[in-house]
């Protein structure tokens, strides 16, 4: 079995609609840039409230993918 080597990114994703769809929402991002992507383990969630009604649902993302030298 080869050895690999992994690289570990934080970002934070956005929804109207539910946290689920924030993290779907960075993965589809990132996926743009980033190749191989293995893991995406969520460290937080919270909401934005606007007068007393939740307006938005975030989610702090750790992606871990393959690093492969360039």
């Known amino acids: 079995m080869s050895q690999s080597v ?3 990114v ?3 994703g956005t929804s109207t609609t539910s946290w689920e769809d924030a993290v779907k929402n960075i993965v589809e ?3 743009k840039s980033l190749h191989d992507i293995r893991v995406a383990e ?3 969630l919270d909401v934005r409230i ?3 009604k939740v307006v938005l649902f ?3 993302v ?3 993918f393959k690093y492969k030298e360039e």
């Open 50 to 52: 606007d007068e007393n």
């Open 58 to 60: 975030r989610a702090k």
């Open 42 to 44: 969520i460290k937080k």
């Open 29 to 31: 991002k990132a996926a």
């Open 62 to 64: 750790e992606l871990s």
């Open 6 to 8: 992994y690289k570990v």
């Open 10 to 12: 934080e970002l934070i």
